[in-house]
């Protein structure tokens, strides 16, 4: 499996970000699936999980403002970022939860 993440940039506190990633090379559909970030001088964090079934979990800082979702179809996970705040700054890393694998990461740098 490889995962490509892409959507990160730049955006200003009370706006909206849409990260993506594509898996490929296993069964999407059976995979579980999460989004993590990594703020500068901070450890990694989980963001959100999807399961191959649909059924979500959330860090207590995205609930509410967050949205992990998939395409099976597409081979995507997508993680729909409303509300941004300054402190969401972060490097987000796509993973398959159950291998550990990662994607390479993209940046999301929200402005106040």
């Known amino acids: 499996v490889q995962l490509q993440a892409s959507g990160g940039g730049v955006a200003r506190a009370g706006g909206s970000q849409t990260l993506s990633c594509v898996a490929s090379g296993r069964s999407f559909k059976n995979l579980n699936m999460a989004w993590y970030r990594q703020a500068p001088g901070k450890k990694r964090e989980m963001v959100a999980q999807?399961?191959?079934?649909?059924?979500?979990d959330y860090a207590n800082s995205a609930k509410g403002r967050f949205t992990i979702s998939r395409d099976n179809a597409k081979n995507t996970v997508y993680l729909q970022m409303n509300r941004l705040k300054p402190e969401d700054t972060a490097v987000y890393f796509c993973q398959e939860y159950d291998i550990d694998l990662w994607g390479q990461g993209t940046l999301v740098t929200v402005s106040s």
């Open positions: 999807i399961w191959s079934r649909g059924i979500t």
